[in-house]
C-alpha cells in the first residue's frame, strides 16, 4: 500500500537546504587544520595553516546564503536573532555562526597582521587600507609577533568547541525532529561534525593542488601526507558513524524499520547505498589506505589524495542530499514516499545552487589576489631564480 | 595603588556632568548617587519604552482565558461525503493542492491488504473504486493543536504559537516561511502557502469561534457546521457541562500517535488500529 497525507506532494527543502550544511561543512577545513597547528603544534600543516582558515573564512560568508535564498520571508531572515524563540534549534544558528565568523576574522587579522603592518608602510590606498584595518597600529616588533602568535592560539582553542557546536548544530537541526524516523537519530549531530571534518579536509586538499598545479609550485610532501592521513583517520570514523545508524535502525526493527530499509531499497539505491557508500566511500577508503600505509612515489601519491579528495566531497555532498531529501522522501504516514527533482532554472533550482556554490571560489580569487594566501610557498618561489 | 588610582578616575568620571554647568553651586555627586540616578532613568525608560503592555485576547469583547477549545470525531460517523473540506476551503480560501482538513478512506481487502486514498479533487469526492473489502471507513483529519506542539517548539521566531485558549496559530507578521515546522509536524497537517510564502495550517475556524452569532451563541468551525451526520464536534474543555467535555468522559476516545507525546487535542471515538 502507498499513501501519503496530501500537504506532502511537494518536498518542502530543496536543494538549497542540501548546500546549506554542505558549504557549512566545508568550514571545518581550517577548524582541523588551525587547531592541529596552532594549538597541537603539528608543524607540518604548516603550508595550508593560513589558507585554510581564510578559505573557511569565505565559505562562512556564504553559507547562510542558500538559506536566505530558501525562506519564504528573506527580509524577516534577521528576525531570527532579533526575536529568537530558544526552543527551536534554529534559533541559535544566527548566534552560533555569527560567534564562528567573528571568531575566525579575529583569528585571520592576527594571522595577517604581519602582512598587513608590511603594506601599511607604503603609500596609497591600499596601505592606507592596511593602515586602517590595522587600527593605526604599526608594531612589528618580535614581542609583539609572539604575543600575536599566542592569541592566535588562544583563539583556535576557542575554536575547537566553537566549531563543534557550529558543525553538530546543523546535524541537531535534523536529528531534533522526532516526526522523521530518517533523521531522528541521536547519531545525527556526531554524523555531521565528522562529515563536516571530512568534506572541509577535503576541499583544502583540493585546493592546495589545484592552486599549486596552476601556479607551477611544487607541493609540501609532508603537509600532503600528513593531510591525507588525518582525511583517512576522520573519514574512517564518519563512514563507520554512518554505517552505524543504518545497522542500528535495521537490526533493532523498530516500527520505523521496516519503511526505512524500504525508503532505502526503493527510493535510495542509487544515491546512498551505490553512489554514497560503494563508489563515494569504499573507493576514497581504499586510496587513502594505500597513501597512508605505503611509501609511494610523489606523483602516485598526489594523484592518490587528489582523487579521493575529490571523491570524498562528491561523498559528503551525496550525504548531504540523501538526509535532507531522502527524509523528506518518506511519508510521515510510514506508508508512501513523494518524489523530488530540482528544476534547472527555478528560484531554488541546480543553476542557483551551482552560482551559490561557485561564488566563494570566486571571492577567494580575490581575496589571493590582495592577501598572499600560501606566503611560505610564494616566498620560495619569488627568490629561486 | 594603581587600582585605587583607577577607582579614583572612575569616580571622577561620573562627577563630570554636574560640573560642567556651575561647579561652585552644585554639589558634586557621589558615586552611589550617580549609579542611583542611572538606574533610575532607566528604569523609566525601561518602563516607558519596554514595558509590557495589558494583555488583551485577540478578539475585542472575547476573553481567551475562559476556554480550552478541543475537537472530537466519531470515526463510526463519517459517510466521507466531503462537505468539511469543501466548507474548509471555502471558507479558508485554501490554496489548491494544500489541505487543512481532509477525509481518508480505509479499504481492507477480502485478503486483509489495507488500502487508503483520499478524495483531493476539487469537489473533494471519492473516486469509485472495484472490488470486496472486509471493511472500510472513513478518518477526518486535521491539526491536532497538541499541547505538546512539536510546531510551536521549532518555530525560530515563535511565530507558530499557542492560544490562551488552546489554539495553535501562525502569526503572518512574524513567519519568516523557513518550513522547520512542515517538517516538525507528525501529522502532516502544515504547509507552505504557495502565495503568500509562509506556513498555514487549520486554526479551527479562530475568526468563528472567537466571534459570537447576532443571538449569542458561539460559532463552530466551518467543518463541524456543515458536517451532515455530526461525526466532527467542538466544544469548550474548560465548561464540564459542554457536549464534547460529556462525550469525553462517557466515551473512550484516542488521539493519533500518542507515542510521540505531543498531546492531541483532537480526539478520536471508533479509531481502528489501521489507521495511520
Redesign the interface.
Known sequence: ?D????????V??TVMIVLYPYITGLVAGAFIVSSLYHVFGREELRPVARFSLVSAFVFLLFAPLP?LV?????Q??F??MI???F?????G?GYIYTAYLLLVAAEIWFVLRQDFVQRARGRGPVALLCRALLLFDLDDSPARRKADHKVVRVLAGIGIPLACLLHGYVGFLFG?????PWWSTSLMFVIFIFSAIVSGLAVLIFHYFVISKARHWKVDHDCVQSLARYLWGFMIVAISLEMLEVLSIVYKQTEEAQILVRLIHERLMISYVVLQFLVFSLIPLLLLAIVSLWRLRPRPMYALTWTAAVMLLGQVLLMRWNVVIGG?LL?????GYTSYVPGLWEKEGLVTAAVIFTLPFGVLWIFDKIVPLFPDVEARTSSSP | MPRQKNRAAATHGSEAPPAAKSPSATPELTRREALGALAGTSGLLLLACGGRPPERGPVDGYDWNGHRWGYAIDVDKCIGCGSCQRACRSENNVPD???RT?V?RYRVTLKG??????A?GSDHVFATVEGEVSRAFFVP?MCNHCSGS?CT??????ASFHTRDGVVLVDHD???????C???????????DPR???ADKCTWCYHRITRPRADGTRQDPACVECCPVKARIFGDLKDPKSRLSLLLKRRTYRVLRPA?GTEPNCYYHGLKREV?
Open positions: 500500500m499513501y501519503i497525507f496530501p500537504n506532502e506532494a511537494n518542502t527543502w538559506l530558501h525562506l519564504g520571508q528573506p524577516r531572515a528576525n531570527i526575536t529568537p524563540h526552543t527551536s534549534a534554529m534559533s544558528f531534533s525532529l522526532k516526526a522523521n523528506q511519508s510521515k504516514s510510514f506508508h | 493542492g494544500y489541505h481532509w481518508e491488504d489495507l488500502h487508503v486514498d483520499v483531493t483529519k512539536v517548539k521549532v518555530c525560530p521566531v515563535g512574524h513567519c519568516i516561511g523557513c518550513g522547520y512542515v517538517q516538525a509536524c507528525p501529522y502532516g497537517c502544515r504547509y507552505i503568500i510564502h509562509m510521540l495511520l
